[in-house]
T-cell receptor, first 112, second 112 residues
Framework: GNSVTQMEGPVTLSEEAFLTINCTYT??????LFWYVQYPGEGLQLLLK?????DKGSNKGFEATYRKETTSFHLEKGSVQVSDSAVYFC???????????FGAGTRLFVKA | ETGVTQSPTHLIKTRGQQVTLRCSSQ?????VSWYQQALGQGPQFIFQ???????GRGNFPPRFSGLQFPNYSSELNVNALELDDSALYLC???????????FGEGSWLTVV
């Protein structure tokens, strides 16, 4: 079946540290891949997306590259800020599909 | 701000009762999806509505039902509430064949 696996949290970093959150997927066909962010007490916001292999999604200093050969979509940021503290969800949607499949989420804490 | 609004934001119900949650989709979006997010987990797809008809359904029992209205707003109804129904319920809107969905901030349901 189709699924998303992401690294367990919480991840705790100091401000200005480098961030990587690993995400791998299993899917039939050619999915679109997403990262969503959820700040405390809020709904999900789309952070970035990539729709085909080798595409790089980027937004607010975050980036992720769609790697078909390793079925991965790891999230990276070169220098995190306290305001980046949130839960990050990796997700996929199959072409023509009607639902988005989410990973379990990775909580990030950034200390000043 | 995604333009997707949900109500109520918080509510408490007793086991066995029924609940109705409401969602107004972003202007122009004709597809509405509902997700259940239990504490500490990723969102799970409940169902999707397109042009007032259910377009796909996740692994949820029939006591979870929905409606979509001509203005594309939507309701989620849950009958015979169980303690495990306690969760954040997220509504998301999109275009029919678009692969970017926009989430509301959710309705927190507590069943006691």
């Amino acid at each position: 079946g189709n699924s998303v696996t992401q690294m367990e949290g919480p991840v705790t970093l100091s401000e200005e540290a480098f961030l990587t959150i690993n995400c791998t997927y299993t899917a039939t066909g050619y999915p679109s891949l997403f990262w969503y962010v959820q700040y405390p007490g809020e709904g999900l916001q789309l952070l970035l997306k990539a729709t085909k292999a080798d595409d790089k999604g980027s937004n607010k200093g975050f980036e992720a590259t769609y790697r078909k050969e390793t079925t991965s979509f790891h999230l990276e940021k070169g220098s995190v800020q306290v305001s980046d503290s949130a839960v990050y969800f990796c997700a996929l949607e199959l072409t023509g599909g009607f639902k988005t499949i989410f990973g379990a989420g990775t909580r990030l804490f950034v200390k000043a | 701000e995604t333009g997707v609004t949900q109500s109520p934001t918080h509510l408490i119900k007793t086991r066995g009762q029924q609940v109705t949650l409401r969602c107004s989709s972003q202007s122009g979006h004709n597809t509405v999806s509902w997700y259940q997010q239990a504490l500490g987990q990723g969102p799970q797809f409940i169902f999707q509505y397109y042009r007032e008809e259910e377009n796909g359904r996740g692994n949820f029992p029939p006591r979870f039902s929905g409606l979509q209205f001509p203005n594309y707003s939507s309701e989620l109804n849950v009958n015979a509430l169980e303690l495990d129904d306690s969760a954040l319920y997220l509504c998301a809107s999109s275009f029919r064949h678009g692969n970017t969905i926009y989430f509301g901030e959710g309705s927190w349901l507590t069943v006691v």
